[in-house]
């Protein structure tokens, strides 16, 4: 009679699922994630980013083995990297032998919602659901359902040299962005005879960085006004941040202007600068770099730095929230399989292995948890509470992978153009990018 | 090297080289060669003085010019990543299927061009001739959801049949080059000896092409083994090739340049031996016409 | 990347007129087995039209519509838009000024590349055995590595914090190239993209115009320096001339592959090219799958193959007096 009654549910879901693959995107059924599935003999496609393969592969194999056991279906984890998965998930998706499951940063989101890449899902059925990030899921939300699952985020925190502050005479870290140019002055004085020496090491195209100076003033990227969206970065506000954050980087910063923060971390190790503004994880990877980089087991080894670093919240700028959210395609045929996948990829015993693996979690419910259980991420989660995300707008990965912001912060630092006038370009560009139709 | 070793290259070489020349020139000209030769593998020095270095003297801010402690650390960590082993063999499989595919497909229409008269003859050879310039990569999105419908994504035979069709032109071109080289009085007295035309293909045309074959493979081998994009797109990582893997290492949280350079060594090998393998052949390519004349 | 040019192998035949004089005029051909020469072409035929072919249609009717990820996803066919996306482009400054930079930057490039190339060849004609030896096998690793793998390692000389350039040319007197960027100033970028293509590119055209001067018969070098020729003279007079048809064809070559950068620029800013180093090919890349502008990706395609349509006309005009000589 169960059996039975499973079989009942299978088939349903299976005609559910043609029919979703038919129908028009509007009046898409949602997934549900709840009722039992029977995965017998069939294999779920995941796509996760390479994050997981090399920090926290065994919270996958965990959850795919809780997985396993409750559907009888098997998982097919399939690593990709960030350099090139947008072309290859759109490439992919425009065919019909697709992923189930998808991961995509949470920038990134917005688009193939807009897209009917993704089936809708129902939020009741994921743990944490009420307290998810509004960062993350802020993505996922379109024309009242959602589209995709918070799994991870990212906090941005000022990491420094414990020793050069102490040196310096600094006691403590800065609590007042004022406090902040200070200690810099201290630890640019103090090291007054190294050339190569900058207080703050900050690459020029690290546009998560210098968004968060111009939310540090009120400003904004760019809002929506009625059904078009408009630049804000020339608004005063952001003018006022975007010249605080070029001011300090001009300074105190010896980085290259045209680089990104990728390799801030190896950078800094050398021991050239005093603070620098990056993720929680950031400051573990500086003070040791693995001896094999392509070996998740592999021995550590200490740089100049090691022992040296300390983390605290950066006084008065929001952070960025990064991170990444999974969500099921609309093609997939295991639309329910995936949802239940999903399902315990996110609950909260697949979180406490994240927090574990200095993520962090993906609702505020489970940041205090995660700063208690993990000191290495504490000043990040409390980073977290105040933060801030890029527009939720359908073109927004355009103006991501157009270097837009980039483009102008470069062209800024390096005289090409004055603040205003970068501003300027670039609202002008994003109002192009982000209502083209 | 096979090139200078070649009798028939000294003959040319000495005449050259007696006629008028003053002997401060010759050194001039000999020390240019070395500073421009040393020039040229600076670049290929520094990859191999990176490759050998343990992590902490490749991120360096004082580079040194040789490794302090030189450690193979670097390689056995390329070879140890994901994929690496699976992508080479992969990388050669495509490789080798391609430019096989191509010698023999394009053979076939070599001679035809260079060999018969026929309506059509001078159109085709416009065709061989302008697909060469039609820029690959804009092509890639029509290409995949072609080979999508025929369930040859995500495969190897799909890519092999795309580089394949990549390097035809060339080969073909090439080819009708080296046959039409080969005097048509061989053919002729074979045909009147009382060989049957495919004979005359076995016998006289195939052997004589042998060297011609051999160094339009060169190029096919180079284009197929370097490719990265459409390989990138057209399949998942497991089934990509080494070039592919070379572009993901690059941006996993910050660069491991020592693996980085390690794999691109590895990367290039193949290429390498393969080039000193044939290069007597492209000697003899280059030279053709005066071993025929 | 061709090693062998057939050019090569054929000109002889051509053009020295003391060799093999009556080859060129002889214009018989089997008119037997009509169908034979069909059968042997098919195949060819048959895989140019699949791959090629076909693909390139779907872009030119691509060109014409308007795709967008929505409609790549959903499988729809896409709205017609007539000329939308060629107006589009072709009214849009930067693509304008991304024209002139490529061809600038192709213009530059090939002459840079086929002056040093010819002066290396007519070197290795010069040098002791030794010294040639050692150009070859030096040019050959150059010439072996994947293009991918030079841009990477040229990434790593420039790197701004970590190369060994900034290092090298500190200690020059007087100036100071610590954490010195060379991406900053769009001139020395393309300088460090110029280097990297010239030095890559260096290989093939030495190793084939040397191929090509063994052909230069000696008779006429030695009876030109007996009557009194500078060696300026003989290589005005004698030896260019005679190398005229491999110089055109490798300079066209390069012209080809120059205007079609893409790997060396795109490798060495790391995948995203800032505006001022984009080139015709990023820029199509870019628009297409970055932007998810299909349709105007493969405009820019339509328009750059027009644009490249004088240089391929020669260069097929070229290969086709070669091939008729046959």
Partial sequence: MKRQLVAVAALAATLLGAAACGSNDDDSPTTSASGPV??????????????????????????????????????????????????????????????????????????????????????????????????????????????????????????????????????????????????????????????????????????????????????????????????????????????????????????????????????????????????????????????????????????????????????????????????????????????????????????????????????TALLDKAATDNPAIAPAALAAKSSWFPPNAEKWADVEKGNILQTMLTDILTGKKSVADGAKWADDQMNTTLNES | MVVAASPRRKRVDDGVVTVGRSKAGTVVANAIGVIFSVLMLFPVYWVLNTAFKPADEVLALTPTFWPEHPTFANFTSAFKAPLFLQDMLNGLIVTVLAVAGALVVGFLAALAIARFSFYGRKAIILVVLAVQLVPFLALLIPLFLMLQTASLTNSLIGVSITYLVLILPYTVWTLRGFISGIPRELDEAALIDGCTRAQVFWRIILPLTGPGLVATSVYGFIQAWNEFIIINTLNSPAKQNLMAWLLQNQTTRGTAWGPLMAGAIITSIPVVVFFLLIQRNIATGLTAGAVKG | MSVVESPTTRRPGGSTPHRAPGRAARPRRRRQGASTPWLLVIPTLLLLAGLLGYPLIRMIVLSFQNMRLRELLSGRTPAWVGLDNYTKVLTDSVFWTVVGRTVLFTIVCVLISVFIGLGIALLMRRVARGVRLFMIVAMMFVWALPQLVAAQIFRWITDSDFGVLNYVLNFLPGVNFDNHSWFVNPWQGWGVITTLVVWAGIPFLAITLNAGLTQVPKELVEAATVDGATPWQVLRNITLPILKPLITIVTTLSVIWDFGLFTQNWALRDGHPEPQFQTLATYSYTQAFGQSRYSIGSAISVITVLLMLGVMAFYIRQMFKIGEVD
Avoid at chain 1, 75 to 80: A, C, H, I, N
Avoid at chain 1, 291 to 307: I, R
């Fill in chain 1, 38 to 363: 029977d995965g017998k003999g069939k294999t779920l496609k995941v796509w996760l980013m390479v994050d997981a393969q090399s920090a926290w592969k065994g919270v996958v194999d965990d959850a795919s083995k809780r997985f396993t056991d409750a559907t009888g279906a098997q998982v097919s984890v399939e690593y990709q990297q960030w350099a090139n998965h947008l072309t290859k998930l759109d490439a992919t998706l425009a065919g019909s032998d697709v992923p189930d499951v998808v991961e995509l940063g949470n920038t990134e989101f917005p688009k193939y919602v807009f897209s009917s890449a993704f089936a809708a899902i129902n939020p009741g059925d994921y743990e944490n659901s009420g307290t998810w990030l509004q960062g993350l899921k802020g993505a996922c939300d379109f024309e009242g359902k959602t589209y995709c699952v918070p799994y991870y985020a990212g906090a941005r925190v000022l990491i420094y040299r414990t020793d050069l502050f102490k040196a310096a005479g600094i006691a403590a870290a800065p609590k007042t962005y004022d406090e902040f140019l200070a200690d810099a002055d201290k630890l640019q004085t103090a090291k007054k005879s190294d050339s190569k020496f900058g207080a703050v090491y900050m690459p020029g195209q690290y546009w998560y960085s210098a968004m968060s100076w111009v939310k540090s003033t009120g400003g904004d990227i760019a809002k929506q006004d009625g059904d078009k969206w408009v630049g804000q970065l020339s608004q005063p506000a952001s003018v006022q941040g975007l010249q605080r954050w070029v001011d300090m980087v001009k300074k105190y910063s010896k980085a290259d202007p045209t680089k990104n923060e990728n390799d801030q971390a190896g950078i800094f190790a050398q021991g050239q600068s005093g603070m620098f503004y990056g993720n929680a994880w950031e400051l573990g990877a500086a003070e040791q770099i693995k001896k094999d980089p392509n070996d998740p087991n592999s021995a550590l080894v200490d740089t100049k730095v090691k022992g040296k670093l300390a983390a605290a919240p950066m006084p008065e700028v929001p952070s960025f929230l990064g991170g990444s959210n999974l969500g099921v395609t609309e093609k997939s045929q295991n639309k329910e399989l995936a949802a239940q996948w999903i399902k315990a990829f996110t609950d909260s015993t697949s979180m406490a292995g994240l927090i574990k693996a200095n993520a962090l979690p993906n609702a």
